[in-house]
């Protein structure tokens, strides 16, 4: 958290001292096709739902009241086109997520759901320095831009489960 705020900084003010006209994007918890199903430490979503489809016994490291704004890639790649084509807006700063609060114990759910599978769920203590949640407030992006994310989170799981299982990474 600390560097992305040094490196917005660093931006602002060398764009301004060069005349450099400059948007910022926050992007909150991003997942769906194109995540590396592999990769053990890349995004919570991508973590629990290939968790779930190896073991029905899920190890949550944390609160399940833990909670995240999980958005959908192709919202988040709808978000960078209408700041990048955009001519009016200048020198902001977006927050780039669904804005919804979605708990760990609810999306557990929904991975429980989508694969048709009873989940068991064991809590264990959490990782130094987690945090209980945030999301992203995104009025601004939308009263500029009229950014509306259209992928609902169990709409979202269906669609990167189903490219996971037919990937070939």
Known sequence: AISKLAAENYIQVYANYLGIKWNI????NI???????????LGMINIFLNMAKRDPKIVVKGSLNRFRDFVFINDV???WTLVVEDKKHHNEIYNVGSGKKTTIKFLLKNISFILKKKLIVQEKAGTLGDFLGCVANIKKIKKDLGYKPST?????LRIFNK???????
């Open 77 to 79: 790649i709808k978000a």
């Open 25 to 28: 994007i926050r992007m909150f």
């Open 31 to 41: 997942y769906g096709p194109g995540q590396d199903p592999n990769n053990k430490f």
């Open 152 to 156: 609902k989170l169990k709409k979202g």
């Open 163 to 169: 490219w996971i299982e037919s990937s070939t990474i």
